[in-house]
């Protein structure tokens, strides 16, 4: 398996401009979830679904932020209107049925975002 | 909700010394603690884990220890070697109970030849 898929590897946009996000995860993982990544504050669960259903979104920043599992195999997150704060590595993970009882993530190799 | 705290933040040793890496959480209901490897440019990766039944677990030169009294938890690495280079993140969850896996805020280890 390629493991989970990300893109873009890396953006830079403009303030105020929208973001997209995309990710494939392992097929066959019931678990989506949306990690973002900064110096300050590390690993950050923004969001998390199972089985396209978004379970716990208590994480997203704000209402810029949405994200969407329209099947199995594609997800994505968007801000909009993106701004320089929001600059970061996001994480796209998976995980198995049985997530809560094995806990492994399986991670995609992140999207670098440079808001200018 | 649950808090976990990492230390040392960074870390630098040489090669073939150990390394040991500490971190506390918050919720008493946490029963899963993972510890992930990231390198440079990548994801991070799973490299070990300890549920609260068992107090120490060892992988070859990698050993994770947990005291649930006192609610902390720890990574040693043995016999580091250059390719150990990486920030390592802990991690706690309540299995059974919840989805969540509540990250440490990382520790960036060096292990100079």
């Known amino acids: 398996d390629a493991g989970v898929i990300q893109s873009p590897r890396h953006e830079v946009t403009e303030m105020g401009q929208e973001v997209t996000l995309r990710c494939k995860p392992i097929s066959g993982h019931d678990y989506l979830f949306w990690y973002r990544q900064t110096m300050m504050r590390g690993l950050e669960l923004l969001i998390y679904f199972n089985n396209n259903v978004p379970i716990d979104d208590s994480g997203m920043p704000e209402d810029r932020f949405s994200a969407k599992m329209p099947n199995a195999s594609f997800s994505t997150l968007k801000i909009q209107p993106s701004e320089p704060r929001d600059s970061a590595v996001y994480f796209c993970?998976?995980?198995?049925?049985?997530?809560?009882?094995?806990?492994?993530?399986?991670f995609g190799e992140g999207s670098r975002l440079t808001v200018l | 909700g649950e808090n976990v705290e990492q230390h040392p933040s960074t870390l630098s040793v040489q090669e073939g010394d150990s390394a040991v890496i500490k971190c506390t959480y918050s919720d008493s209901a946490s029963n899963y603690f993972p510890w992930y490897k990231q390198e440079l440019g990548k994801g991070p990766q799973l490299i070990i884990d300890i549920r609260s039944n068992v107090g120490e677990k060892k992988d070859q030169r990698i050993a994770v220890t947990l005291n649930k009294t006192a609610k902390h938890f720890s990574l040693h690495i043995t016999e580091t070697q250059p390719e150990d280079s990486a920030v390592y993140f802990c991690a706690a969850s309540i299995l059974y109970n919840t989805d969540k896996l509540i990250f440490g805020t990382g520790t960036r280890l060096q292990v100079f030849p």
């Open positions: 993970a998976s995980s198995p049925r049985g997530y809560a009882n094995t806990g492994e993530l399986f």
